[in-house]
């Protein structure tokens, strides 16, 4: 079964990682962190890609997880306070 998976991770991901990370959108926030937004195939491709994360060093925030469609598509929280929410933060190239 499909599922919709919105993953927050502290710190901020170039979206080159995008492919990598099974097609997931990413969205920044103005807290340095990185929303990654998207449906995967089934629970195993979910881990596969919380070990992918792992991997990465990254610290995991939050990870919700529904049946496609039941989460609006690239649902982000709302930007910090003083942030622009027209354009995201500069981040750092992770390597």
Known sequence: MMQRVQICVKGCMDER???WLEGLTITHTGENETIL???L???AALYGL???LRDLGL???TV???EEGSMRENQVP???E???SQTAPRCRRRR
């Open 17 to 19: 990682w995008s492919e």
């Open 82 to 84: 003083g942030a622009s």
């Open 37 to 39: 937004t998207g449906v």
């Open 41 to 43: 195939a089934d629970q």
């Open 78 to 80: 709302a930007p910090a």
């Open 50 to 52: 919380l070990s992918k």
């Open 64 to 66: 919700k997880i529904g």
């Open 59 to 61: 610290s995991l925030v």
